[in-house]
């Protein structure tokens, strides 16, 4: 562990929760010496007393090692607000439909920030039938690669996990489908929204030889610039 409870943390969600020293004190059965030991960096509480102590100030056990309390704003669960984490270590993902506190391997990690697709990261996307048949150009070397591929919709998470050496493609249910995601261990989280009208059939790109023209189209003009 490379982080511990600091004394001025206690002190903050102590006076948040309207707790004084003796108050805090009771509730843990220790005395209120001890609690001001703590809140003035002369002592540190045991780690047997961390989870009771984030018991009693309402929050989890890595925010009150953190010092980073959450509040959740996404109530009504929208999947579109969702977040994604990556841990660099292990390529753990966690998904999360609002704000949280995640750890792995140690270290705190932070929601991914999506970025728009680029030259380097060129998504094609392409309707057959009720489904999206998604391809992405690029590298899947075992040392540079795409993870995984998802798509958000108001009330659905759909994700496709990638390996190195394997093909950078995914099918997924149309389903009210808003946004395309995908992470490059390298590079990060990209984004795409998907083109307004095509879950409409009569608006949608249903000619396969149409599609793969354009795609060619787009890849020669990335190249030329």
Not at 5 to 20: D, P
Request: charged share 25%; aromatic share 8%.
């Amino acid at each position: 562990m490379n982080q511990y409870v600091t004394g001025a943390v206690i002190k903050e969600l102590r006076e948040k929760k309207n707790m004084t020293q003796a108050e805090f004190a009771q509730r843990l059965c220790v005395s209120a010496k001890t609690i001001s030991k703590w809140e003035t960096a002369k002592g540190y509480p045991d780690i047997s007393l961390l989870e009771p102590i984030a018991s009693v100030l309402g929050v989890s056990v890595t925010e009150l090692i953190s010092g980073n309390t959450v509040s959740n704003g996404n109530v009504s669960a929208n999947i579109l607000r969702s977040k994604f984490y990556v841990c660099p270590v292990c390529g753990n993902i966690v998904h999360s439909m609002g704000e949280s506190v995640i750890q792995c391997h140690g270290i705190l990690l932070t929601p991914c920030q999506a970025e728009e697709t680029d030259e380097k990261h060129m998504i094609f996307v392409e309707r057959v039938e009720d489904e999206y048949y998604v391809r992405i150009e690029h590298e899947m070397t075992k040392q540079h690669y795409i993870t995984f591929v998802a798509t958000l919709s108001a009330d659905k998470l759909q994700m496709i996990k990638l390996y190195p050496e394997g093909n950078a493609e995914a099918r997924f249910k149309i389903n009210g489908v808003k946004r395309i995601l995908f992470y490059c261990n390298r590079d990060g989280l990209f984004t795409i929204n998907v083109m307004k009208g095509i879950d409409d059939k009569q608006a949608s790109y249903d000619d396969v030889e149409e599609c793969r023209a354009l795609e060619l189209t787009a890849e020669k003009l990335f190249k030329i610039l």
